[in-house]
T-cell receptor, first 115, second 112 residues
Framework: GAVVSQHPSWVICKSGTSVKIECRSL??????MFWYRQFPKQSLMLMAT?????????EQGVEKDKFLINHASLTLSTLTVTSAHPEDSSFYIC???????????FGQGTRLTVV | GDSVTQMEGPVTLSEEAFLTINCTYT??????LFWYVQYPGEGLQLLLK?????DKGSNKGFEATYRKETTSFHLEKGSVQVSDSAVYFC???????????FGRGTQLTVWP
């Protein structure tokens, strides 16, 4: 299957700093990318959906100014957690889908710890 | 709206035992149904899928049949292995933007 690479796999940062997470589709063009957040022992919560070249569509309750999503190319989307706080600590997972819209492929996830 | 209800865990089994994880869904239209597996510290991997009623998805000894009459997509495996220990998520792909709706996940632990 197609490969989605997410980087970094884990990151520790200080409160108040910003962290950028990258999601790349390695062997296909990802017209749509999804960003999820997963709390311990819980399901995935969709944060936002982004289409290449357009502004992301955020789910209700997700702060767009805090979680900046950029999908500037067909192979790269980034999630920036701005002014991170300990409550932002979580597992973030990206998913990418091509224009054929048949299946979504997931990145390995990023464990963010804010101290 | 679209949603998935998944059997809560955790599920603990001995090796070679039979596994069933229940999943039911609510959806408008004709969704596609999926089972994903998540190993510790990793993202999700597609385990199997079914795109229309009565389809049976299968992979690595796991099976699930899309039952429209009962709105179910239960995951089964006849003989589990220690390496099957993971979290399993049932999901449906809705008609709105093709987004995925996930169940809460079921932790499976298999003991030797």
């Amino acid at each position: 299957g197609a490969v989605v690479s997410q980087h970094p796999s884990w990151v520790i940062c200080k409160s108040g700093t910003s962290v950028k997470i990258e999601c790349r589709s390695l062997d296909f063009q990802a017209t749509t990318m999804f960003w999820y957040r997963q709390f311990p022992k819980q399901s995935l919560m969709l944060m936002a959906t982004s289409n290449e070249g357009s502004k992301a569509t955020y789910e209700q309750g997700v702060e767009k100014d805090k979680f900046l999503i950029n999908h500037a190319s067909l192979t790269l989307s980034t999630l920036t957690v701005t002014s991170a706080h300990p409550e932002d600590s979580s597992f973030y997972i990206c998913s990418a889908r091509d224009s054929a819209n048949t299946e979504a492929f997931f990145g390995q996830g990023t464990r963010l710890t804010v101290v | 709206g679209d949603s998935v209800t998944q059997m809560e865990g955790p599920v603990t089994l001995s090796e070679e035992a039979f596994l069933t994880i229940n999943c039911t869904y609510t959806a408008t239209g004709y969704p596609s149904l999926f089972w994903y597996v998540q190993y510790p510290g990793e993202g999700l991997q597609l385990l199997l899928k079914a795109t229309k009623a009565d389809d049976k998805g299968s992979n690595k000894g796991f099976e699930a049949t899309y039952r429209k009459e009962t709105t179910s997509f239960h995951l089964e495996k006849g003989s589990v292995q220690v390496s099957d220990s993971a979290v399993y998520f049932c999901a449906l792909k809705g008609s709105t933007l093709g987004r995925l709706y996930f169940g809460r996940g079921t932790q499976l632990t298999v003991w030797p």
